[in-house]
């Protein structure tokens, strides 16, 4: 795993942002894992910008999403669908059809869950892995314990990942209890990954990834043996880390 550290966040974003436009300059029928969360916000505005700049087409990729809640009405703002609607995939040309988010209301999550797998594995696996971190090391919703080989699949969300996201709602009693995730095992099979880690907040988790040892107890620390994972940080982020870790 390689960790990469730029004093501000905005640097991360574009740092970031340019992994997408060399990937997509080079293999423009890529597809994408994206997530969501407040992390990428800034760096799916550096897309948007870079779209209209013409410095970037997704007219011939695809991309899967990390995940969806379950239990939420059709529409709902806070639903990872409307998220990306907001984000990204109205601002830019994905063909119809082709970016795609885990259907949190299909009528069988489990059938949903086999058949986002089974799609990912027939576009060709994902080209590049975006992820955020939870404070906990979950990366998607996969929490704390599981295992490396799990498919995507209905989830449990931990309190803490349920508090952490209550900003996004009203109030926590709105935040729901289940998710759909992508599991660990399609992540992992990614060609490339990149992880964003943003603020102070992250700064223990971050320190406890690159610190090692990799175990299931702290997802993230699968990144430590994938052949082509890259940590992005902020300073603020990497302030726990020492200057030997930061290179
Ligand atoms: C989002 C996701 C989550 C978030 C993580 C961090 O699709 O899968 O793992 O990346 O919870 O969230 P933020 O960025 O809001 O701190």
Request: hydrophobic residues 45%; glycine residues 8%; contains cysteine.
């Amino acid at each position: 795993m390689k960790l990469m550290v730029f004093p501000t966040a905005a640097q991360v974003d574009d740092a970031v942002a340019q992994r997408f436009v060399a990937l997509l300059e080079k293999k423009p029928q890529a597809v994408l894992g994206l997530a969501t969360g407040g992390t990428p916000v800034g760096m799916y505005a550096r897309l948007v910008e870079l779209y209209r700049q013409g410095r970037i087409s997704f007219a011939k990729a695809r991309s899967f999403n990390l995940d969806e809640y379950i239990g939420l009405p059709e529409g709902h703002p806070c639903s990872y669908l409307h998220y990306m609607r907001e984000n990204l995939f109205d601002h830019v040309d994905f063909a119809p059809g082709a970016a795609r988010v885990p259907d949190g209301h299909a009528a069988d999550i489990a059938a949903a869950a086999l058949a986002y797998d089974r799609d990912i594995a027939l576009a060709g696996g994902i080209d590049l892995q975006l992820l955020g971190i939870g404070h906990n090391g979950h990366i998607a919703f996969n929490e704390p314990g599981t295992p490396w080989d799990s498919p995507t699949r209905a989830v449990q969300l931990d309190e803490s990942t349920r508090r952490a996201n209550a900003r996004f709602f009203e109030d926590i009693s709105q935040v729901p209890t289940q998710a759909l995730s992508m599991g660990m095992k399609p992540i992992l099979q990614a060609k490339s990954i990149v992880m964003m880690v943003l603020g102070a907040d992250k700064a223990d988790i971050l320190a406890r990834i690159v610190a090692g040892p990799a175990d299931a107890s702290v997802p993230a620390t699968a990144l430590l043996s994938h052949p082509d994972a890259t940590v992005y940080a902020d300073a603020a982020a990497a302030r726990g880390l020492t200057s030997r870790e930061v290179g």
